[in-house]
């Protein structure tokens, strides 16, 4: 029971603190919407792709595409490469999941979206993080999100311009506000130039999203390298703790 009463705590917490995004999320899932209605797509439709998906980016890329007939082939390989990024950031989530069955891994990783995964791993920081913290924040995102994308699909038949009330900017406010929250000091530059100069060269020579990878993979590579040097090797390390210190 007790074990219980503190997974439902850390649930609520997560819900809670990911409140501050919610509201950029059901904004620009609202753009989703309105596209979804000029696509002829279903609010029915619409809804069932929020909920077996659940990542805006790769939802925003199937409704481009969503043109008779249907490239399904095109559809799958597009969204399989924007979503690769979560390979990184199931690979980030490690220690939460550690020790827990495969099943329990699959099914809290649906409910991790890049705000509750950057907002729990914010926490995990402060030794506040569980997956108890995760899936509230996924759930609260979730839902918040369809509400989002519905109201959008509705509104979609008035709403001729959604750029005019400055929804599309949304998307890249919330995550602006995401990356300043990780910002620690000056040691996380490098590994965040050296992922924007990589997604800006690859997004003028490869095709599709292919930008988002290798800025995802080239920053991971850099931070790993950086973290490398700082750290001393053991062999060093053993010689300063061997080496006499002077008597005074």
Same mark, same amino acid.
């Given at each position: 029971?007790?074990?219980?009463?503190?997974?439902?705590?850390a649930?609520?917490?997560?819900?809670?603190?990911?409140?501050?995004v919610?509201?950029?999320?059901?904004?620009?899932?609202?753009?989703?919407?309105?596209?979804?209605?000029?696509?002829?797509?279903?609010?029915?439709?619409?809804?069932?792709?929020?909920?077996?998906?659940?990542?805006?980016?790769?939802?925003?890329?199937?409704?481009?595409?969503?043109?008779?007939?249907?490239?399904?082939?095109?559809?799958?390989?597009?969204?399989?490469?924007?979503?690769?990024?979560?390979?990184?950031?199931?690979?980030?989530?490690?220690?939460?999941?550690?020790?827990?069955?495969?099943?329990?891994?699959?099914l809290?990783?649906?409910?991790?979206?890049?705000?509750? =995964?950057?907002?729990?791993?914010?926490?995990?920081?402060?030794?506040?993080?569980?997956?108890?913290?995760?899936?509230?924040?996924?759930?609260c995102?979730?839902?918040v =999100?369809?509400?989002? @994308?519905?109201?959008?699909?509705?509104?979609?038949a008035?709403?001729?311009?959604?750029e005019?009330?400055?929804?599309?900017?949304?998307?890249v406010?919330?995550? @602006?506000?995401?990356?300043?929250?990780f910002?620690?000091?000056?040691?996380?530059?490098?590994?965040?130039?050296?992922?924007?100069?990589?997604?800006?060269?690859?997004?003028?020579?490869?095709?599709?999203? =292919?930008?988002?990878?290798?800025?995802g993979?080239?920053?991971?590579?850099?931070s790993?390298?950086?973290?490398?040097?700082?750290?001393?090797?053991?062999?060093?390390?053993?010689?300063?703790?061997?080496?006499? @210190?002077?008597? @005074?």
């Open positions: 029971m007790r074990l219980a009463a503190e997974q439902m705590d649930f609520r917490q997560g819900a809670v603190a990911n409140l501050p919610a509201a950029s999320v059901a904004a620009y899932g609202s753009v989703l919407g309105v596209l979804a209605a000029k696509q002829q797509i279903s609010w029915l439709t619409l809804l069932v792709m929020n909920l077996t998906i659940f990542a805006g980016s790769a939802q925003f890329v199937m409704v481009e595409m969503w043109l008779p007939p249907l490239p399904v082939l095109e559809i799958i390989l597009g969204v399989l490469v924007i979503n690769m990024r979560y390979l990184l950031i199931g690979a980030s989530l490690h220690p939460l999941f550690d020790g827990r069955p495969l099943w329990r891994k699959a809290s990783m649906h409910l991790v979206a890049d705000e509750n =995964w950057a907002v729990t791993m914010a926490a995990h920081r402060r030794g506040q993080a569980s997956i108890g913290y995760l899936l509230g924040g996924g759930v995102l979730l839902g =999100w369809c509400l989002g @994308t519905l109201a959008g699909h509705r509104l979609g008035f709403i001729q311009n959604p005019a009330f400055g929804l599309d900017f949304a998307f406010a919330v995550f @602006t506000a995401l990356l300043a929250g910002w620690r000091n000056r040691s996380d530059g490098l590994p965040w130039l050296v992922a924007a100069a990589l997604s800006l060269a690859a997004s003028q020579f490869l095709p599709g999203k =292919w930008y988002i990878i290798c800025g993979i080239g920053g991971a590579l850099a790993v390298a950086q973290a490398r040097r700082q750290t001393p090797t053991d062999g060093a390390a053993r010689s300063s703790r061997r080496r006499p @210190t002077a008597s @005074t």
